[in-house]
């Protein structure tokens, strides 16, 4: 009778293999006659550390990734890293807006987006067993970036994100510090002082900011991990105002940019990516989307052929006309 415990099932690169019950990364890299040293491991959605392989057992269901380094550039996996972590979906979507949080779920899967902003609120005490986020959304699976939403002070957000920190052991967030609330646009003097603050702390902050080059590059000189200009202001949907500033900024930048707010539609967001934006983060263009999981979709579809579309290169731009045809010869 044959012992169905003897193996395991994996998916590796996308194909299904099986291997002895108790095989560990290093053991799975000696199997296919892999060096450790020369390849990187996503197991389950999350690096594993090179040092950690021969410790780490595979289970029953495992999905991994392997990767390494390939002559001339190989672009079929073009993902982007910030502060030392990888993804390769390019949107960032919120959680705030939508019905209920079994349609924000939904519309995360919908979107393929590996990272969700997540407010900082007080637990309701008065039903501590009501839904929560994480019920629906798993952080283990979901990068969860703790944002200062709300915020008008820099220490009104400094003070946020040391509970996220304390609450989910959270480096990486996002803040954003708001001058007023009509326009929610952010206060660059207190956003600038608590990205340096957070810095010291260890913090690993993407700072939504104003779409000016001077600004974004002081930033990142204070600690920021990612520059995030609006592209309009906060859930207004007027797509990219200034693409000017925009390109400005990314070509100034030694660190990812992605546009933040604004966006209303899938074009706008194909035209944040255009501009060689690193991704785009959103929530009320899906949210408020007459259907979300629809539209969630169509944003997904639209910074990957904004991305495709930068990695190409346009042509330029002509004053008149010039034919694809050549005129000289016609009948």
Not at 88 to 105: C, E, P
Not at 187 to 201: G, I, P, W
């Amino acid at each position: 009778m044959t012992d169905t415990l003897a193996t395991i099932a994996l998916s590796i690169n996308g194909d299904a293999r099986h291997v002895p019950t108790g095989t560990t990364l290093a053991g799975l890299a000696a199997l296919l006659e892999l060096d450790p040293a020369k390849i990187a491991v996503e197991r389950n959605l999350e690096i594993v550390p090179r040092s950690t392989y021969a410790d780490v057992a595979l289970a029953d269901g495992d999905q991994l990734e392997i990767v390494h380094f390939v002559g001339g550039g190989d672009h079929a996996d073009d993902s982007w890293t910030v502060a030392g972590r990888t993804f390769r979906s390019r949107l960032i979507v919120g959680t705030g807006k939508y019905k209920d949080f079994a349609q924000n779920a939904a519309a995360v899967a919908a979107s393929g987006a590996e990272i969700v902003t997540v407010a900082v609120r007080r637990v309701n005490i008065s039903d501590p067993k009501a839904p929560m986020l994480t019920d629906f959304i798993d952080p283990k699976k979901i990068t969860y970036l703790p944002n200062t939403a709300g915020c008008f002070t820099a220490d009104d957000a400094i003070r946020t994100l040391r509970l996220a920190r304390e609450a989910g052991g959270w480096d990486l967030v996002k803040l954003e510090v708001l001058g007023e609330a009509k326009t929610l646009y952010p206060d660059m003097v207190e956003t600038l002082r608590a990205t340096e603050v957070l810095a010291k702390e260890g913090f690993l902050p993407m700072v939504y900011c104003a779409d000016d080059p001077i600004m974004a590059k002081r930033l990142e000189n204070v600690g920021a991990v990612a520059i995030m200009p609006l592209g309009a202001p906060i859930g207004s949907g007027l797509g990219i105002q200034n693409e000017v500033m925009i390109r400005l900024i990314v070509e100034g930048a030694s660190v990812p940019v992605l546009v933040d707010a604004g966006v209303g539609t899938a074009s706008d967001a194909a035209a944040a990516m255009e501009l060689g934006c690193e991704g785009v983060l959103m929530n009320t263009a899906i949210a408020e989307a007459g259907d979300p999981i629809m539209m969630a979709t169509a944003m997904r579809h639209a910074v990957e052929a904004g991305r495709l579309a930068y990695r190409a290169g346009r042509m330029g731009k002509r004053r008149y006309a010039d034919p694809s045809s050549p005129l000289a010869g016609l009948i």
